[in-house]
């Protein structure tokens, strides 16, 4: 059985992948960030966990191989496959007060992803106290060997994707990321694909 869902540019998302599923996230025209958080879908208490997952592979970035960890240790999703080669998950997701400090007080309007999350989490009983640091999937932001992080022009190219296997039952929640004052997503957000399959 395979389901897929297109998702407008700038939009949210969620949806159930269970246990022994695979969950594909493609991006459709390139240079697209896409936010991503994952809870447990039996308990929402438990979701992902950026410091459990990178300590869990001793390295800054996701890819194949990489295990999704949740805040209680438990493995949620195991990537089996990534054509763009590095997603980030330490730079967090855009939000309207960010956008005010970096860009300037007339971006304030702007839409953004903390936004999102929150639009979508609303729909499961959750709030703005149950988003935490996300997944970038398809993201550049390298790291300089003082630690400083930037992001940088998009590397993924059309139809880049990244597959993850299941390990449990989980929800995806999705924040298609609106930013169009970095190029994360080469100043014009675009739509993109998932498929859950299995």
């Not at 929402?44 to 949740?70: F, P």
């Not at 009983?125 to 398809?138: E, L, P, Q, Y």
Request: negative net charge; hydrophobic residues 35%.
């Amino acid at each position: 059985m395979e389901q897929s869902f297109d998702i407008p540019a700038q939009k949210p998302w969620s949806g159930i992948v269970k246990k022994g599923q695979t969950i594909r996230i493609e991006d459709t025209f390139g240079q697209q960030a896409i936010d991503t958080i994952f809870y447990c879908a039996d308990d929402y208490s438990e979701r992902y966990s950026s410091q459990d997952t990178l300590r869990a592979q001793g390295s800054a970035y996701i890819t194949t191989g990489s295990k999704i960890m949740s805040c209680e240790g438990r493995v949620m999703l195991s990537v089996t496959a990534d054509t763009s080669g590095r997603h980030d998950t330490s730079a967090g997701c855009c939000s309207c007060e960010s956008n005010t400090v970096r860009f300037g007080h007339d971006t304030l309007y702007q839409h953004a992803c903390r936004e999102n999350f929150i639009l979508e989490l609303g729909r499961y009983g959750m709030t703005k106290r149950d988003i935490v640091a996300n997944i970038n999937f398809f993201m550049n932001v390298p790291i300089s060997a003082n630690g400083a992080m930037t992001v940088d022009d998009g590397i993924s190219s059309p139809g880049d994707h990244v597959e993850m296997f299941a390990e449990m039952d989980v929800l995806c929640v999705i924040s298609n990321c609106p930013q169009i004052n970095n190029p994360c997503n080469g100043f014009d957000p675009t739509p993109i694909r998932v498929v859950i399959k299995g």
